[in-house]
T-cell receptor, first 113, second 115 residues
Framework: KNQVEQSPQSLIILEGKNCTLQ??????????LRWYKQDTGRGPVSLTI?????NTKSNGRYTATLDADTKQSSLHITASQLSDSASYIC????????????FGSGTRLSIRP | SAVISQKPSRDICQRGTSLTIQCQVD?????MFWYRQQPGQSLTLIAT?????????ESGFVIDKFPISRPNLTFSTLTVSNMSPEDSSIYLC????????????FGPGTRLTVL
């Protein structure tokens, strides 16, 4: 069964600290993996996209990694800011149909001043 | 990228009524989708809106409950019919310029509460 699991479910850290969010998937065949940021009351916004051959991609203070062998991805946030408070959703494309998109349940990140 | 607007942004409706949500994109796009996001949950795809033909629904969603229109490449509507409190959710429109697995751009969502 194609699944995307994220951990932790929620996380609270102090402003300025770093954190890492995890995403494990069982989707096969694999097409690409995206991390989205969803602010409260808004639609998700794409942060990064990685294909099978890519294992690291950065977008400012956000760095995503991908290990296609172990089917794991992480999103590392450096020097967190209050504006980083949001839900972070891992989305994997692939599956039995080439056009399948599977959403993770998200990690709710709260940054405290 | 794409700029997407949704109307209404939120609504409170009575049980048994219907609500139509509009999605407008600032430029022509190939793919348009409708998602539901229940409180504290991630997104669930309801259907792909096809221009000029019937929408393609995901398992668990039917046209009688969620009729969808897409008259052109920049506009779509989703109707939530005969609503019950279980339909209380955020409904999101998204678009992709190419194929479904391309980056999707999401609208701000419509927050629906059914009493």
């Amino acid at each position: 069964k194609n699944q995307v699991e994220q951990s932790p479910q929620s996380l609270i850290i102090l402003e300025g600290k770093n954190c890492t969010l995890q995403c494990n998937y069982t989707v096969s065949p694999f097409s690409n993996l995206r991390w989205y940021k969803q602010d409260t009351g808004r639609g998700p916004v794409s942060l990064t996209i990685m294909t099978f051959s890519e294992n690291t991609k950065s977008n400012g203070r956000y760095t995503a990694t991908l290990d296609a062998d172990t089917k794991q991805s992480s999103l590392h946030i450096t020097a967190s800011q209050l504006s980083d408070s949001a839900s972070y959703i891992c989305v994997v494309s692939g599956g039995s149909s080439a056009s399948k998109i599977i959403f993770g349940s998200g990690t709710r990140l709260s940054i405290r001043p | 990228s794409a700029v997407i607007s949704q109307k209404p942004s939120r609504d409170i409706c009575q049980r048994g009524t219907s609500l139509t949500i509009q999605c407008q994109v600032d430029s022509q796009v190939t793919m348009m989708f409708w998602y539901r996001q229940q409180p504290g949950q991630s997104l669930t795809l309801i259907a792909t809106a096809n221009q000029g033909s019937e929408a393609t629904y995901e398992s668990g969603f039917v046209i009688d409950k969620f009729p969808i229109s897409r008259p052109n490449l920049t506009f779509s509507t989703l109707t939530v019919s005969n609503m019950s409190p279980e339909d209380s959710s955020i409904y999101l429109c998204s678009v992709a310029r190419g194929v479904e697995t391309d980056t999707q751009y999401f609208g701000p969502g419509t927050r629906l509460t059914v009493l």
